[in-house]
């Protein structure tokens, strides 16, 4: 086989690493997939764009919380607990920080989920990279 039908060979494998390639891809980038999560949660948004109920006066004088949508940050716990597994059909967010349960039972499930925005911003500006440079190695090139 000469070096171009070896090349061609080799793209034509490609096909069939896809779905290794971007879970290889997103595995690498797992912490910054969360960071995403909590960037959301910073401004007071779920996964879905919706903004939390706001803070009440009480939090807002008393306890010194902002004016504004509720953020679900005290001590750090939560986010800190904010984790990103890999599936074969996409990415799930879990939260193993002991009050995550009660959080998602009163806020709701996009409380851990991705804002559609993020996704594709995660995909165009994260895991684009890797994954042209898994490809680069699978091809040798």
Not at 64 to 89: C, H, R, S, T
Request: proline share 4%; net charge negative; no cysteine.
């Amino acid at each position: 086989m000469n070096p171009l039908e070896d090349l061609i060979e080799r793209f034509k494998s490609i096909e069939t690493q896809t779905d290794a390639i971007i879970s290889e891809s997103a595995e690498m980038r797992t912490e910054e997939i969360a960071d995403t999560v909590i960037s959301q949660l910073q401004q007071g948004q779920d996964g879905q764009g919706e903004f939390l109920p706001n803070y009440s006066k009480t939090s807002v004088n008393k306890f010194g919380k902002p004016d504004g949508p509720i953020k679900l940050f005290d001590q750090g716990d939560f986010y800190n607990a904010m984790d990103v597994i890999v599936e074969q059909d996409g990415l799930k967010v879990v939260n193993n920080d002991q009050k995550a349960d009660f959080l998602i039972d009163f806020y709701g499930q996009p409380i851990v989920e991705i804002q559609d925005k993020n996704v594709a911003k995660i995909a165009n500006e994260i895991l684009v990279f890797d994954m042209l440079e898994a490809v680069e190695k699978r091809l040798g090139i």
